[in-house]
């Protein structure tokens, strides 16, 4: 896909991946639609930005999916792109646990994921053409023990993005997932110096390295896709 002149939705665009991911896209000369809720760090990043709006907003509505399709076509004409990012991590044991993190973190990395992605591929079966990469995890491929509610979601993500891109085969529209390891955001700010040791054990990438993922995935020949990418710090031993 050339991308100059697009139109990409990107969630969890205010830090880490997505802001990366952001600033990756912007210059090459993509129109942006940015939400995340701090409206704050949003604007900050927009200003930064040759031609990005920011939709500031819970992605866990179920109104904004559709208000975000809505705003792009809008604003810019179209709608070609859409990174479904936005994502948390609840890690614990069974009795330590939080339930209600829990259950807000599935209705974050799954339902929301659901929610837009349905709501983008009937737009783009409209017009004949889009393309969706949701943001998994190397913990979408594997599991771990404490992990398993974080592990549930991701493995969720893969297979409904592999069952979509199948779907979707042979409409031009194209379906991928960038699977991370370990990368240095703010994921583990609220994670206890053991658990930070853990995930670090292997070192870390940088959002920038998952925002070239994403633009190699994205600028494929037409004839190409890439269902999954997966990239992971040299030493993890995970």
């Known amino acids: 896909m050339k991308l100059a002149g697009k139109t990409a939705i990107i969630t969890g665009a205010s830090s880490g991946i997505g802001k990366a991911i952001a600033q990756d ?102 017009v004949g053409s889009g393309f969706l990469i949701n943001t998994s995890s190397i913990a979408g491929l594997k599991t771990a023990p404490q992990y398993g509610a974080y592990n549930g979601t991701k493995h969720a993500v893969e297979a409904f993005t592999d069952a979509l891109r199948m779907e ?25 110096e053991d658990d930070k040791n853990y995930i670090n054990s292997g070192g870390a990438l940088q959002p920038e390295d998952i925002a070239r993922c994403v633009r190699f995935v994205l600028e494929q020949p037409d004839h190409v896709l890439i269902p999954r990418m997966l990239a992971v710090p040299t030493n993890q031993p995970v």
């Open 168 to 192: 979707l085969a042979g409409t031009g529209i194209k379906v991928s997932a960038i699977a991370p390891g370990t990368v240095a955001t703010n994921l583990y700010d609220h994670w206890s």
């Open 25 to 126: 896209l912007d210059a090459l000369g993509m129109n942006l639609v940015l939400t995340a809720r701090s409206q704050d760090k949003l604007d900050q990043l927009a200003a930064s930005l040759k031609n990005a709006k920011v939709v500031a907003a819970a992605v866990t509505d179920p109104d904004v999916p559709e208000k975000l399709v809505d705003f792009a076509i809008a604003t810019f004409g179209q709608l070609d792109v859409v990174i479904n990012n936005a994502g948390a991590m609840t890690v614990g044991s069974i009795e330590e646990v939080d339930i209600e993190a829990v259950c807000q973190m599935v209705r974050l990395n799954v339902e929301s994921v659901y929610r837009l992605a349905y709501m983008a591929v009937r737009h783009f079966k409209q």
